[in-house]
């Protein structure tokens, strides 16, 4: 079945992507599934990387941690990176501390640094809304948001718009990995997932020009990156019919395929 989020005027064959991810590392996922499935090539390479703030530039937010009563993590990033400053900095978190987790696996990841079953967490299904219907019933704390150098505003703006106390604490950087590498490497198909992959793209090849080289977006706000970046938006995920970006892939092979199929017929 088509999909409207495919662009049709780009059906050309597939026989290799670059994942802007790392690798799974344990050596199961749809995409080496896929790779199997359609006899391509899948290759896998984080676009961006993350850095920790270091304690000097933490101090000079000026931002007391146990000052607040609850935390917000929206990310197993923001998780190590908030614990590896208090341990840098001696703070215990007190039993009392309430954490807010956007979903129950950013929660189970806390067991790394505490005693879960010990403490308050209020855990959302996956969404920033989902986590933002959950603040609502819990007004009267004092909450610390430690977030990244590059976040997304949702958060932040209920809290700022409805009135909560709250704080933001930058505590790890997102910046560009170094793709040099690959200046010289062609892919069919480059899958993004965030803003700041597409960020990096440019970083790295400022005159990239995109050809017959098929872009794949994740979540709407990676789509309109890649708009807004001059780029031509080939496979929109999620679809209806395919909600991860592996389906959405599967997707749009199966089109070209058929239409590569059908021009070799005439």
């Given at each position: 079945?088509?999909?409207?989020?495919?662009?049709?005027?780009?059906?050309?064959?597939?026989?290799?992507?670059?994942?802007?991810?790392?690798?799974?590392?344990?050596?199961?996922?749809?995409?080496?599934?896929?790779?199997?499935?359609?006899?391509?090539?899948?290759?896998?390479?984080?676009?961006?990387?993350?850095?920790?703030?270091?304690?000097?530039?933490?101090?000079?937010?000026?931002?007391?941690?146990?000052?607040?009563?609850?935390?917000?993590?929206?990310?197993?990033?923001?998780?190590?990176?908030?614990?590896?400053?208090?341990?840098?900095?001696?703070?215990?978190?007190?039993?009392?501390?309430?954490?807010?987790?956007?979903?129950?696996?950013?929660?189970?990841?806390?067991?790394?640094?505490?005693?879960?079953?010990?403490?308050?967490?209020?855990?959302?299904?996956?969404?920033?809304?989902?986590?933002?219907?959950?603040?609502?019933?819990?007004?009267?704390?004092?909450?610390?948001?430690?977030?990244?150098?590059?976040?997304?505003?949702?958060?932040?703006?209920?809290?700022?718009?409805?009135?909560?106390?709250?704080?933001?604490?930058?505590?790890?950087?997102?910046?560009?990995?170094?793709?040099?590498?690959?200046?010289?490497?062609?892919?069919?198909?480059?899958?993004?997932?965030?803003?700041?992959?597409?960020?990096?793209?440019f970083v790295n090849f400022p005159d990239?020009?995109?050809?017959?080289?098929?872009?794949?977006?994740?979540?709407?706000?990676?789509?309109?990156?890649?708009?807004?970046?001059?780029?031509?938006?080939?496979?929109?995920?999620?679809?209806?019919?395919?909600?991860?970006?592996?389906?959405?892939?599967?997707?749009?092979?199966?089109?070209?395929?058929?239409?590569?199929?059908?021009?070799?017929?005439?």
């Amino acid at each position: 079945m088509s999909d409207s989020r495919i662009n049709k005027e780009r059906l050309y064959p597939v026989n290799s992507i670059l994942v802007s991810q790392p690798e799974p590392q344990n050596g199961k996922s749809p995409y080496f599934d896929l790779a199997d499935k359609y006899g391509i090539k899948v290759d896998f390479r984080p676009f961006i990387e993350v850095k920790p703030v270091s304690v000097k530039d933490f101090r000079k937010q000026k931002v007391e941690i146990l000052d607040h009563t609850a935390i917000i993590f929206t990310s197993r990033n923001a998780v190590d990176h908030f614990f590896n400053i208090c341990s840098e900095l001696r703070i215990e978190m007190p039993s009392d501390m309430k954490y807010f987790c956007i979903s129950e696996q950013t929660a189970n990841y806390l067991q790394k640094y505490i005693v879960i079953r010990k403490r308050k967490i209020f855990t959302g299904f996956r969404t920033a809304q989902d986590l933002i219907e959950i603040l609502k019933k819990h007004k009267d704390e004092k909450y610390l948001f430690p977030c990244s150098s590059i976040r997304k505003n949702d958060i932040p703006d209920f809290l700022k718009n409805g009135g909560y106390q709250y704080n933001e604490a930058v505590m790890y950087e997102t910046v560009a990995a170094d793709l040099s590498d690959l200046e010289d490497v062609y892919y069919d198909i480059i899958a993004f997932f965030s803003p700041s992959g597409i960020n990096s793209l440019f970083v790295n090849f400022p005159d990239f020009k995109q050809n017959k080289t098929r872009i794949a977006a994740f979540g709407p706000t990676t789509a309109n990156a890649v708009r807004d970046a001059g780029l031509v938006l080939d496979i929109q995920a999620p679809m209806p019919n395919a909600p991860s970006m592996t389906g959405a892939l599967e997707v749009y092979i199966k089109e070209a395929n058929k239409n590569h199929q059908q021009e070799v017929k005439k």
